[in-house]
C-alpha cells in the first residue's frame, strides 16, 4: 500500500442559487488578461443543458477520458501515441472557439468620439481575438437558467421518455464545475511534452509554462473540458486549485466567496498502488463503489507508516470532506464513467420535492411523504444518476434518502415530536445536519498548511501562470492587473493572519472629513513617543 494524500472538494448543489460569484472571483483572480478571456476555470451551469463548453459531456464526438479495451486495459480515448503524432498538427477531437465563445468587448470609443448626428451612436461588439465585428451567439452562460428546453443536453438524452417536457413540469438545478483534480487524469497523460503534472504532496493537477508547447492534447484528453489554451501565450492554462492559498491552509477563492457556503475542503487520504485497478473495473456502475474502496481510513496503521506529516494525518481525520464522503455517503462524483476518478464530489439536490409535495395537499417535511416521493422527484433520479454514478440510480436514491431522513429527523426535534424512523444513528443524523447546515469556516475548510509548515520552507519557483501577459503583468486594471512579481508564500501567510484574525490589524481611515493639513488620524502607525502620548 502506497498511501497519498489529496486535496478534495464537496459541493452541496442544493444551497447553491446560482448567483456565479464564484465564477467571478476565480475570473478576477486568475484569467483577467488577453488570451484568456473565454476561460473559466469555475463555472456554473444551469441543468439540464449544453454545459460548457457546447456538450462537453458527448464523448462519443469528443473522446476524452478513458475506456477499457478487449483486453480490459485502461486507454486513452482519444488513442495512444500513434494517434497522437498523426493528429499533431490537426486535431478534430477538440472544441472549436465557438464551441466555448468568441470573446468580445464593445466598441466604447464610438460612443465618445461620433460626429454629432440625428442618430444615437452604439457601441457595436468587437471581437478580442481578430478585432473585427462580431455577432454575440453564444458564452459561458448562455443557458443560464434556461431549464425548458433541455432537448441539446448530452445527459438528458439518455435517460430519454422519463423525463417529462411540458414546460409547467420543467426542473433545473445549478452545477458548479472546476477542474476535478482527479487521481488518474486524463490531460496528465495526454501531453506529449509532459508539462502536465500532478503534485505528490496534495494531488493538485498543473500545468509546466516551461514545458508546454501548445500541442493541445490535454484539452482532447480531459473529459470535462477544463484544460484551456491561451491563444496569445500558445500555452495550456487550467484551474490551479488555488495552490498558493491551500499550501498556507486558506480555502480556495470560489470557495472563500461562494454566498451559499456550498463548498468543502478537506484531505482524503488514498492507497495509489490501486488507482490503475479501480479505474479499469468493467463494469461503468461499479465505478462509484469501486473508488471509494481506494480511499484508506487515516486511523489505520498503515497511514502512520507511510511518512505523511502528522498535521497532514490529522486534517484528514478532520476532513468534512471525507465525512460527506465515506462516512454520510451523500457525496457523489461527476461522470464516474470517465475513469479519471475525480476528486470534486457533489450532493444531489433535493430541494424541489418539498415544494411538489405541499402542492399536493400533503405535509412536505414528513419522514413517509419524502421517502415514498424519492422516485417521483421533479429533478428525475435518472437524470442524476447519469450525472454521478454511470447511470445507476440505487446511490443516488440512497444519497436522497439520507438528506431526506434528516431533513425530517431535525424538523422533528425542532417540534420537540419523536424522531421518525429513518435508518440512520441520531448522533449521524445530527452530525450531518450540522456539517450540511452550521458548520463554522473551520469546519467546512480543513486545510493543512505545506509540508515544512513555517513560512518559506517550501521551495516557491513562482506561480505557474506567471509569466508575460500573465497575472503579473503591469496595471492596475483589466487585463493586466496585477503585480510584476512571482507569487510569493510569504505573502499569502500574511494573508491568512489578516483573514482569521479576531480583530482588525488596522483601523480604516476616514479622508472625506480630512481638511488636507497634517496627517489623518490613522493613516500612519505612531510613532514610540506617541503611543505612549
Not at 464551441?99 to 466604447?108: A, G, L, N
Not at 502512520?304 to 470532506?321: C, T
Not at 405541499?358 to 428525475?380: S, V
Not at 425530517?408 to 429513518?422: D, F, I, Y
Amino acid at each position: 500500500m502506497r498511501v497519498m494524500a489529496q486535496l478534495a472538494m464537496v459541493m452541496n448543489l442544493d444551497k447553491c442559487i446560482g448567483c456565479h460569484t464564484c465564477s467571478v472571483t476565480c475570473k478576477q483572480t486568475w484569467t483577467n488578461r488577453a488570451g484568456v478571456e473565454y476561460a473559466w476555470f469555475n463555472n456554473v451551469e444551469t441543468r439540464p443543458g449544453q454545459g460548457y463548453p457546447r456538450r462537453y459531456e458527448d464523448q462519443d464526438r469528443w473522446r476524452g477520458g478513458w475506456q477499457v479495451d478487449a483486453k480490459g486495459r485502461l486507454r486513452l480515448r482519444a488513442g495512444g501515441r500513434l494517434r497522437k503524432l498523426l493528429g499533431i498538427f490537426a486535431n478534430p477531437l477538440m472544441p472549436a472557439i465557438q464551441d466555448y465563445y468568441e470573446p468580445w468587448t464593445y466598441d466604447y470609443e464610438n460612443l465618445t468620439r461620433a460626429p454629432l448626428s440625428d442618430d444615437v451612436p452604439v457601441a457595436r461588439p468587437r471581437s478580442l481575438i481578430s478585432g473585427e465585428p462580431t455577432a454575440i451567439r453564444w458564452s459561458a452562460n448562455w443557458d443560464d437558467d434556461l431549464g425548458g428546453d433541455p432537448s441539446p443536453d448530452p445527459v438528458l438524452q439518455k435517460v430519454g421518455d422519463q423525463v417529462k417536457l411540458a414546460f409547467e413540469q420543467a426542473f433545473m438545478f445549478y452545477l458548479p464545475r472546476i477542474c476535478e483534480h482527479c487521481l488518474n487524469p486524463a490531460c496528465v497523460a495526454s501531453c506529449p511534452s509532459g508539462a502536465l503534472y500532478k503534485r505528490e504532496e496534495d494531488g493538485i493537477v498543473l500545468v509546466d509554462q516551461d514545458r508546454c508547447r501548445g500541442w493541445r492534447m490535454c484539452v482532447t484528453g480531459c473529459p470535462y473540458k477544463k484544460v484551456y489554451f491561451n491563444h496569445r501565450t500558445g500555452k495550456a492554462e487550467k484551474c490551479t486549485f488555488c495552490y498558493p492559498r491551500v499550501e498556507v491552509g486558506l480555502p480556495t477563492v470560489c470557495s472563500e466567496t461562494c454566498v451559499g457556503r456550498l463548498r468543502y475542503l478537506g484531505v482524503m487520504l488514498y492507497d495509489a498502488d490501486r488507482v490503475g485497478e479501480v479505474a479499469a473495473v468493467a463494469d461503468d456502475k461499479e465505478l462509484y463503489e469501486a473508488q471509494l474502496s481506494v480511499f484508506v481510513d487515516p486511523d489505520d496503521p498503515a497511514v502512520a507508516a507511510s511518512g505523511l506529516p502528522a498535521d497532514w494525518i490529522e486534517a484528514a481525520r478532520r476532513s468534512p470532506v471525507r465525512e460527506l464522503i465515506v462516512r454520510h455517503r451523500v457525496a457523489l462524483p461527476l461522470h464516474p464513467e470517465y475513469r479519471t476518478l475525480p476528486m470534486v464530489w457533489y450532493v444531489p439536490p433535493l430541494s424541489p420535492v418539498v415544494d411538489a409535495l405541499a402542492g399536493t395537499g400533503h405535509d412536505g417535511e414528513d419522514a413517509g411523504n419524502l421517502f415514498a416521493a424519492i422516485d417521483a422527484l421533479r429533478i428525475p433520479v435518472a437524470y442524476l444518476a447519469e450525472l454521478f454514478t454511470a447511470g445507476d440510480p440505487a446511490p443516488v436514491s440512497a444519497a436522497l434518502r439520507r438528506l431526506a431522513g434528516m431533513r425530517s429527523h431535525m424538523r422533528a426535534v425542532n417540534l420537540g415530536e419523536e424522531p421518525p424512523e429513518t435508518g440512520m444513528r441520531p448522533d449521524d443524523v445530527h452530525d450531518m445536519y450540522r456539517l450540511l447546515a452550521l458548520a463554522h469556516y473551520d469546519e467546512r475548510y480543513v486545510i493543512p498548511s505545506a509540508y515544512g509548515g513555517a513560512p518559506g520552507a517550501v521551495e516557491e519557483i513562482g506561480c505557474s501562470l506567471d509569466y508575460d501577459g500573465g497575472p503579473g503583468a503591469d496595471g492596475p486594471f483589466g487585463e493586466g492587473s496585477g503585480r510584476p512579481v512571482p507569487v510569493s508564500i510569504e505573502s499569502f501567510h500574511g494573508l491568512k493572519q489578516r483573514q482569521t484574525a479576531e480583530e482588525s490589524t488596522h483601523e480604516r481611515v476616514n479622508l472625506l472629513n480630512w481638511d488636507g493639513r497634517g496627517k489623518p488620524a490613522g493613516l500612519f502607525p505612531p510613532k514610540k513617543g506617541e503611543e505612549d502620548a
